[in-house]
C-alpha cells in the first residue's frame, strides 16, 4: 500500500479525538451531539459548507470548535447585534484566550472597535464579530484581511435569500465581503432553509461545490398539535386549557403588535403571569424583557415573530400560535425554540380562516413604479449614502431599503465602498429597472402567499404533521412520526407509495405549461408539492398530473 495513501487513511479518523478533546478542554462539553460532527469535518478539511441544523442543535459550535484548530482567527457575520451578544458572552465566561470573542459593530466606539483589531492581531482573541454594514468599509475591509482570518461563518444564513423568511439586503453583498478579506473557507449556518434557500446561499455566497449538511429536523420530543378554532371565544378556552395544564415558561406568537398587547393584557386580568414582546417598542425595554424572559423572570411571552432570534433558552415548555404564521419556514423556526433540554415540549396551533386575511394584509402594499424609477435614476449620479438617497428621494428609511433591495436583486444597484450605493456595470436604464424591480416585487408575492397557503395546508392535514412539515423542506421521512396529534389520533394511517405512485423522484428539476420550471418537494398521499420559481408552492393531484401530463421533467 502506497505511504500517501495510508497517510490519508490514517488522518481521518483522528478528527474525532481532535475535536472532542478541544469541545472538553476550551467549551467544557463532554460529548458532540448527532448532525456537529461531519461539518466541524469540513470545515477542518478547508471546505465550504452549508449546515441546517434546527435552532438549539448547536450550530455555533459547529465553527468554534475547528476554529481553535485552524491556523488564524475566524470572522463570525450574524444580523442581529442581540443574537452575537449572547454567544460573545458564552465564549468569554470561560477566560480562554484560546475562544475569546470580540465584536465590531455600531454598537462599539471608534476606540473599542480599534481595540477589538489589536486583540485579534496580537493572538488575544479567536473570534471577531462583524456586521456586514462593518465589512463594507474599504479600510475596514483591508484591516480584516490583514489579520488573515482561517475561516467565515455566516449565521442564520437564510436571510441572504429572498425565497427565505427573513431576507435583509444588506446580506446580499457577503459574497464580495467576503472575496474582499482574502476568501477563506466559509461556513453557512441556518435553522430553516428549504432547497430553494439553499441554492440562493450557495450563490450568493459563491460557496465552492460545498458540503451541504441536514439533520435533525424531526423534533421527537415536541408534540405538534392543531386545533381549528370556529370563534374567538374557542380560542380562548383552548389557549387557557394549555397554560393551566402545561408547565411554563412559554411563548404565544400573535400576527400583530395590538394583539400582542391586548393578549397580554387579558392573560394578566385572567391571572396568568404574562408580558409582550414586539418590534414597535423602544430598544431599552425590548431588551429588559428579553432578558426577564431567559432570567424566568417572565413565565408567559406574548409576542410577534420579532421575538425568537437568539432566544438560547433551553427550558421552553411550550410555543402556541394563537393565528396562522406566514409560512412553514417561520411556524418551523419558532416551534424550534421549545424543548431545546430536549425534554418532551408541546407546540399548539389554534387557527381561524380569518388569520389568512391578516398575512394577505402584511404581504400587501405594492411598490410604486415612479418612485423605483426615481430612486433608480438618482444612484446613476455616483455613490451615495443611505442618509443622501434619502434626501434625494424623499422616501423613508423602511420603503428605501425595501426599494434597494428589490433594485439589488435585478441588478439595478450594489453596494460599493464605504457602504455607498452605486449602479453595477451593465444595470438596466431606470425605467427598465423599475419595471423589472415592480415584476420582481410581485413574484415574491405569489411566493409568499403560497407559503401562507401551504402552512393552511398543513392545519388541515389529516396525515401525519411532522412528515408534511419535512416535506416541505423537501425531506423526506419513511414513518409517520408518532408525536403529532393526527399520529395519537390514529388517522396518519402509514401510506405506502412505490415508485409508480411517484412520476418524479423529490427534488426532481421539472416544467409546467403554465407556470414553468419547479423543483418536486414531496408527496403526501396523491398530491404533490410542487415549489415553482415564478408562483411559488403548489399541491397538485398526482393522477391528474399522471393523467394530463402536466409536469415534463427539465
Request: aromatic share 6%; with cysteine.
Amino acid at each position: 500500500m502506497a505511504s500517501g495513501h495510508n497517510g490519508r487513511s490514517m488522518k481521518l479518523p483522528v478528527y474525532g479525538p481532535r475535536l472532542r478533546r478541544v469541545a472538553r478542554k476550551h467549551f467544557g462539553w463532554p460529548s458532540l451531539r448527532p448532525g456537529q460532527f461531519k461539518p466541524m469535518r469540513a470545515v477542518l478539511r478547508r471546505r465550504d459548507a452549508l449546515v441546517v441544523l434546527p435552532t438549539g442543535a448547536g450550530k455555533s459550535a459547529i465553527y468554534q470548535i475547528p476554529a481553535v484548530l485552524l491556523p488564524g482567527p475566524t470572522v463570525v457575520i450574524s444580523p442581529l447585534l442581540a443574537l452575537q451578544q449572547d454567544q460573545i458572552a458564552a465564549l468569554n465566561e470561560r477566560n480562554d484566550p484560546a475562544i475569546r470573542a470580540v465584536r465590531v459593530s455600531s454598537a462599539e466606539t471608534p476606540a473599542q472597535q480599534r481595540e477589538a483589531i489589536r486583540e485579534i492581531r496580537e493572538g488575544r482573541a479567536e473570534f471577531l464579530f462583524i456586521t456586514p454594514e462593518q465589512l463594507s468599509d474599504p479600510e475596514r475591509m483591508a484591516e480584516v484581511r490583514d489579520l488573515k482570518p482561517g475561516l467565515v461563518a455566516v449565521d442564520e444564513a437564510h436571510c441572504i435569500s429572498a425565497w427565505g423568511h427573513d431576507f435583509r439586503p444588506e446580506f446580499l453583498a457577503l459574497g464580495d465581503l467576503i472575496k474582499g478579506i482574502g476568501r477563506p473557507p466559509v461556513l453557512a449556518l441556518t435553522a430553516t432553509a428549504s432547497p430553494p434557500v439553499r441554492d440562493d446561499i450557495i450563490e450568493r455566497l459563491r460557496l465552492g461545490q460545498p458540503e451541504i449538511h441536514v439533520s435533525g429536523l424531526d423534533r421527537r420530543n415536541l408534540f405538534l398539535e392543531v386545533a381549528y378554532c370556529p370563534d374567538e371565544d374557542y380560542r380562548w378556552r383552548k389557549l387557557t386549557a394549555l397554560l393551566d395544564a402545561a408547565a411554563g415558561p412559554g411563548i404565544i406568537y400573535v400576527a400583530t403588535r395590538r394583539a400582542a398587547e391586548e393578549l397580554a393584557a387579558r392573560l394578566d386580568e385572567a391571572g396568568y403571569s404574562a408580558a409582550f414582546y414586539h418590534g414597535g417598542m423602544a430598544g431599552g425595554a425590548r431588551e429588559q424583557r428579553h432578558e426577564d424572559f431567559t432570567a424566568d423572570k417572565i413565565d408567559i411571552m406574548v409576542a410577534t415573530s420579532a421575538f425568537g432570534m437568539g432566544i438560547d433558552k433551553p427550558n421552553i415548555r411550550w410555543v402556541a400560535h394563537v393565528a396562522l404564521p406566514d409560512s412553514p419556514d417561520s411556524y418551523f423556526q419558532e416551534i424550534g425554540r421549545a424543548g431545546r433540554d430536549d425534554e418532551p415540549a408541546q407546540a399548539l396551533l389554534l387557527w381561524r380562516s380569518e388569520d389568512e386575511a391578516i398575512q394577505r394584509f402584511f404581504n400587501g402594499g405594492a411598490p410604486d413604479e415612479v418612485e423605483l424609477r426615481s430612486l433608480a435614476a438618482a444612484l446613476r449620479s455616483g455613490p451615495q449614502t443611505k442618509a443622501e438617497l434619502r434626501a434625494s428621494t424623499g422616501l423613508g428609511p423602511r420603503k428605501l431599503g425595501a426599494y434597494l433591495g428589490l433594485l439589488e436583486q435585478v441588478g439595478a444597484a450594489v453596494t460599493g465602498r464605504g457602504t455607498k450605493l452605486t449602479v453595477p456595470v451593465f444595470a438596466p436604464l431606470p425605467a427598465a429597472a423599475a419595471a423589472a424591480a415592480v415584476k420582481e416585487h410581485e413574484r415574491q408575492q405569489l411566493v409568499s402567499r403560497s407559503r401562507t397557503d401551504m402552512m393552511r395546508g398543513f392545519a388541515e392535514t389529516r396525515a401525519c404533521r411532522t412528515q408534511a412539515l419535512l416535506a416541505y423542506f423537501g425531506e423526506d421521512m419513511p414513518k409517520p412520526c408518532g408525536h403529532c396529534d393526527n399520529c395519537a389520533e390514529g388517522t396518519a394511517a402509514e401510506v405506502e407509495t412505490s415508485a409508480a405512485d411517484e412520476p418524479f423522484p423529490v427534488h426532481a428539476k421539472v416544467r409546467h405549461g403554465e407556470w414553468g420550471p419547479g423543483t418536486v418537494m414531496g408527496y403526501e398521499d396523491e398530491r404533490m408539492t410542487v415549489l415553482f420559481d415564478e408562483v411559488g408552492y403548489k399541491t397538485l393531484s398526482v393522477p391528474v398530473v399522471i393523467e394530463n401530463e402536466l409536469l415534463v421533467a427539465q
